[in-house]
């Protein structure tokens, strides 16, 4: 089991993320960066969101990590471990995605909290977090994430559409920004950064001649059971898998993953309707 320190499990109750400098080497980056850069099905399933500029941002979204090296990354013990400890208890994997900031077009993600969608697919509390790898590196120039340190204590926010998006309420932000600290999570590729689901966060638009790909594994503790059925899973035992597993299945793109229940733009906007203003995320 990969443990983090009582220091660490205190910042992340405190400040709702934690940053892991290097957590997956050069060569486990490299075959995922190089799987997703081929992979046909990734951009087949990709599909757009506009934020409030109009500016678009793709992104892939997927449910069952599957056993191509995706679901390795998702799976693997030197993750999950942490999401465990820092959930206080065995996790399954809610989705994945891939977010595609392509050079100078790709968009902004308007500030919101994960929770204020994944509460209306019927998750009663907010034991559920993120861990965002960087397949390159991400910077202020390039639309990095931003977070609003400690904003996770004021709960869950109501949330409304901004273009193709749904952000939290403006006037909550505007004080928000007033009384936490907004950091720029500047990371390299191999680095991780795991948060609360009720932290704020946002990014911006991807202004740089250099793309911003990002993996985003996201986990809900098995105890927060959905009551309902949506578009991410209920409840299902996440196997996990020695850390060696990602280069011993090296380049195993979506096509040789098995069903990893594709969530594409047509049922989000379906689920859209259904709930209101609820919509896909990061």
Same mark, same amino acid.
Request: aromatic share 10%.
């Given at each position: 089991?990969? !443990?983090?320190?009582?220091?660490?499990?205190?910042?992340?109750?405190?400040?709702?993320?934690?940053?892991?400098?290097?957590?997956? #080497?050069?060569?486990?980056?490299?075959?995922?960066?190089?799987?997703?850069?081929?992979?046909? *099905? !990734?951009?087949?399933?990709?599909?757009?969101?506009?934020?409030?500029?109009?500016?678009?941002?793709?992104?892939?979204?997927?449910?069952?990590?599957?056993?191509?090296?995706?679901?390795?990354?998702?799976?693997?013990?030197?993750?999950?471990?942490?999401?465990?400890?820092? !959930?206080?208890?065995?996790?399954?994997?809610?989705?994945?995605?891939?977010?595609?900031?392509?050079?100078?077009?790709?968009?902004?993600?308007?500030?919101?909290?994960?929770?204020?969608?994944?509460?209306?697919?019927?998750?009663?509390?907010?034991?559920?977090?993120?861990?965002?790898?960087?397949?390159?590196?991400?910077?202020? *120039?390039?639309?990095?994430?931003?977070?609003?340190?400690?904003?996770?204590?004021?709960?869950?926010?109501?949330?409304?559409?901004?273009?193709?998006?749904?952000?939290?309420?403006? *006037?909550?932000?505007?004080?928000?920004?007033?009384?936490?600290?907004?950091?720029?999570?500047?990371?390299?590729?191999?680095?991780?950064?795991?948060?609360?689901?009720?932290?704020?966060?946002?990014?911006?638009?991807?202004?740089?001649?250099?793309?911003?790909?990002?993996?985003?594994?996201?986990?809900?503790?098995?105890? #927060?059971?959905?009551?309902?059925?949506?578009?991410?899973?209920?409840?299902?035992?996440?196997?996990?898998?020695?850390?060696?597993?990602?280069?011993?299945?090296?380049?195993?793109?979506?096509? *040789?993953?098995?069903?990893?229940?594709?969530?594409?733009?047509?049922?989000?906007?379906?689920?859209?309707?259904?709930?209101?203003?609820?919509?896909?995320?990061?």
């Amino acid at each position: 089991m990969t !443990l983090l320190s009582k220091n660490q499990e205190e910042e992340f109750q405190d400040q709702g993320f934690l940053i892991f400098p290097k957590l997956f #080497n050069n060569e486990e980056i490299q075959l995922l960066k190089q799987t997703a850069a081929d992979d046909r *099905e !990734l951009e087949k399933q990709s599909f757009g969101r506009k934020d409030a500029n109009g500016t678009t941002v793709r992104l892939a979204l997927w449910n069952q990590p599957g056993d191509g090296i995706y679901g390795m990354f998702a799976r693997c013990n030197k993750l999950v471990d942490k999401m465990e400890q820092l !959930l206080g208890g065995e996790v399954y994997h809610y989705h994945s995605k891939m977010i595609l900031k392509d050079p100078e077009i790709g968009g902004a993600w308007e500030w919101h909290q994960d929770y204020g969608y994944w509460y209306n697919f019927g998750c009663l509390q907010p034991l559920m977090a993120s861990a965002m790898i960087a397949l390159d590196a991400a910077t202020k *120039e390039n639309g990095c994430l931003q977070v609003l340190k400690g904003s996770h204590h004021w709960g869950r926010i109501d949330h409304t559409l901004t273009g193709d998006q749904a952000g939290a309420d403006q *006037e909550r932000i505007d004080v928000a920004l007033q009384r936490f600290d907004r950091i720029h999570v500047k990371l390299e590729p191999g680095d991780a950064v795991i948060f609360h689901c009720n932290l704020l966060h946002r990014s911006d638009q991807n202004r740089s001649k250099k793309a911003r790909w990002a993996l985003v594994c996201c986990y809900n503790a098995a105890r #927060n059971n959905p009551y309902k059925e949506s578009l991410h899973p209920t409840y299902t035992p996440l196997i996990k898998v020695p850390d060696s597993s990602i280069k011993e299945v090296g380049i195993r793109r979506f096509a *040789e993953s098995g069903d990893v229940g594709w969530m594409g733009k047509n049922q989000g906007r379906n689920i859209q309707k259904s709930i209101d203003v609820k919509q896909v995320d990061v």
